[in-house]
């Protein structure tokens, strides 16, 4: 079946090093969101990418899409400990009206 | 209310029991999803409302999970017949038209069946 595997699954950085998650699907996808859940929280979107190549920036956040849209990764530069928590990626089916979300990333910063 | 709300918001159930689960979207928002979050784990697609189309219910794991949407506004999810592995964080959203659009989620229901 169609999935959105992200890696990866967990990762330890210390404060100020940079992080990437890598969101990957199994099929062509018509656009891409990513959203933050901090620890006990929900789902809060950050952004959503549509175009082939797109490349969006949020302050030290990068997000970018890939050429074939079948990828896309999320990068933070010089992390803060308010950057924790989970990063989900979620992508609509090429033809469908749906999102499958990606497993997700667990940022731990450690100060 | 400016977000999406849902209620209770802990649930505690014997195996075998029956229970609701209530979502009320963002005034407005004519599309209404519910999701489920096992520890640890993604987020899992269950059933989606979008005005007044038949909901998409492709996403509901048995026949025991179901889904009201009442007036176009609030919604309940029904679980029968609870089962441990029901456990998990169930999620409320809405959007203004449909998919494409962000998704605002609640805060959530946490289920634990004993």
């Known amino acids: 079946g169609q999935q959105v595997m992200q890696i990866p699954q967990y990762q330890h950085v210390q404060e100020g090093e940079d992080f990437t998650t890598y969101c990957n699907s199994s099929?062509?996808?018509?656009?891409i969101q990513w959203y933050k859940q901090r620890p006990g929280g929900h789902p809060v979107f950050l952004i959503q990418?549509?175009?082939?190549?797109e490349v969006k920036k949020q302050k030290r956040l990068t997000f970018q899409f890939g050429e074939a849209k079948k990828n896309s990764s999320l990068h933070i530069t010089a992390t803060q400990t308010t950057d924790v928590g989970t990063y989900f990626c979620?992508?609509?089916?090429?033809?469908?009206?749906?999102?499958?979300f990606g497993t997700g990333t667990r940022l731990k910063v450690l100060a | 209310g400016a977000g999406v709300s849902q209620s209770p918001s802990n649930k505690v159930t014997e195996k075998g029991k029956d229970v609701e689960l209530r979502c009320d979207p963002i005034?407005?928002?004519?599309?209404l999803y519910w999701y489920r979050q096992s520890l640890g784990q993604g987020l899992e697609f269950l059933i989606y409302?979008?005005?007044?189309?038949?909901?998409?219910k492709s996403g509901l794991p048995s026949d025991r999970f179901s889904a009201e949407r009442t007036g176009g506004s609030v919604s309940t999810l029904t679980i029968q017949r609870t089962q441990q592995e029901d456990s998990a964080v169930y999620l409320c959203?809405?959007?203004?038209?449909?998919?494409?659009?962000?998704?605002?989620f609640g805060p959530g229901t946490r289920l634990t069946v004993l």
């Open positions: 005034s407005g928002h004519t599309a």
């Open positions: 409302f979008q005005g007044n189309s038949a909901p998409d």
């Open positions: 959203a809405s959007s203004k038209t449909g998919w494409t659009d962000t998704q605002y």
């Open positions: 099929t062509t996808l018509s656009n």
């Open positions: 990418l549509v175009k082939s190549g």
């Open positions: 979620a992508g609509q089916i090429s033809g469908t009206y749906k999102y499958i």
